[in-house]
């Protein structure tokens, strides 16, 4: 068998080639991973969902190009979903000299931005125009990486993409404001940190990401599709946490199903509406599906490119696009010999306190669905309730129909 192009460093001589613990993470892993040069990018990233149904996202960028990052170039991404129906989505561009990351630990400084931490409590505060959030995320799942967090791409396994989720689920407190007009608010947060070394555009394809809580438990869920190059291999990703304490994360146990394929109206790339992963751990079945309820937004890279390399990319037919979601969140376990049925209700998006009503019922097991499955599921359903969730193609190209992706 040939050997894959694209691959997630697992092996022990990885752990110690990149100074890592395969059992601990260290706050130094949530510092500065890159040196700024050409070739390399990184960022640091936060999501809320908050209590009076606000929704936040902010991310401290090194720079902006992931096709063919160059110079330090620094961007604020801030967006802010309000409950009325508002939508703010800043892009604001620094100097250099404006930008600096602290090595031992997240300490991140964007103008007067800042974003610090330690893996357990971050304070974020971001201002673009006139909105501004000022919060403090505390870290309530403990820090996790998909073993190294190194993604590989290429023979000699040189092209790296990084990934650690710092906090995978945390308490979120502080405010935003829209015009000095100041909200207090609580709620959930999320963060975690990128860093590479070649350009996003050359070594994936596609990816869709989400993360989410139902009643007790929480979930990351990621599935990239490597470039052409690379052999369109997958790389699956899975976390799931039950009352803060793992539960499973081993990519082999997982099966990955897209259903619903449309074609988004302002990128015309094909997305699908529900994706779901079944983790299969001995008599154990997981099964986590997000199902798209209404778009965050949609957005062409090449409409964040300026000046002339906006008319180079578009000479070379560059059509990549990103698009944020929220939507219903499902998560159902089945045991060998017994269903576990929980639902869990409740006004806020947050808000998961109510007790959990279980039943039994069954006497055998159920095997998991295959991948390729496009059956209806029988299955119980645990905590429908808006959650974050994204797709993302940054490929030149999009594949078949027959093998749709968010390209």
Not at 115 to 135: K, N, P
Not at 208 to 225: C, F, K, L, Q
Not at 242 to 253: C, Q, R, S
Request: aromatic letters at 10%; hydrophobic letters at 35%.
């Amino acid at each position: 068998m040939a050997e894959k192009l694209a691959v997630m460093a697992d092996a022990p001589s990885d752990y110690e080639r990149l100074g890592l613990s395969p059992t601990t993470i260290a706050p130094w892993e949530d510092g500065k991973r890159t040196d700024d040069s050409a070739g390399t990018y990184e960022w640091w990233y936060f999501d809320a969902h908050l209590a009076d149904g606000a929704k936040v996202v902010a991310s401290f960028m090194n720079k902006m190009d992931l096709a063919a990052p160059k110079s330090l170039a620094p961007v604020l991404r801030l967006n802010l979903d309000l409950p009325d129906g508002r939508h703010f989505e800043k892009l604001v561009h620094y100097q250099p000299s404006e930008w600096s990351a602290a090595k031992d630990h997240a300490d991140v400084h964007l103008g007067k931005n800042r974003f610090t931490g330690d893996l357990h409590t971050y304070r974020i505060e971001a201002t673009a125009e006139e909105i501004s959030v000022d919060v403090t995320l505390t870290g309530e799942v403990p820090p996790w990486r998909p073993s190294t967090g190194y993604m590989l791409f290429g023979a000699d396994r040189s092209m790296e993409f990084a990934w650690l989720p710092s906090v995978p689920q945390g308490k979120v407190t502080g405010s935003y404001s829209i015009s000095g007009e100041r909200h207090e608010t609580m709620g959930v947060g999320y963060h975690d940190h990128n860093w590479g070394n070649v350009g996003l555009m050359k070594v994936v394809h596609d990816w869709y990401w989400a993360r989410g809580e139902a009643g007790p438990y929480t979930v990351i869920a990621s599935y990239i599709t490597a470039s052409q190059q690379f052999g369109f291999e997958p790389i699956p990703i899975f976390m799931l946490a039950h009352d803060n304490v793992l539960v499973g994360d081993d990519p082999a146990k997982v099966t990955f199903e897209r259903e619903g394929i449309y074609t988004d109206q302002k990128t015309g790339k094909p997305v699908a509406a529900t994706t779901r992963y079944t983790y299969q751990d001995g008599e154990d079945r997981y099964v986590v599906s997000f199902t798209r309820t209404h778009d965050l937004s949609a957005n062409r890279m090449v409409d964040t490119i300026k000046g002339i390399k906006r008319i180079a990319a578009k000479l070379m037919h560059f059509d990549g696009a990103y698009l944020r979601f929220v939507g219903d969140l499902q998560i159902s376990r089945y045991t060998c010999g017994s269903s576990v049925i929980s639902r869990s209700r409740g006004i806020a998006p947050v808000s998961w306190s109510r007790p959990l009503r279980t039943t039994r019922s069954g006497s055998s097991c159920t095997s998991a669905i295959p991948a390729d499955s496009k059956r209806v599921r029988q299955a119980p359903i645990h905590s429908p309730k808006s959650r974050h969730f994204k797709a993302a193609g940054i490929s030149e190209r999009t594949r078949s129909v027959e093998s749709p992706r968010a390209s």
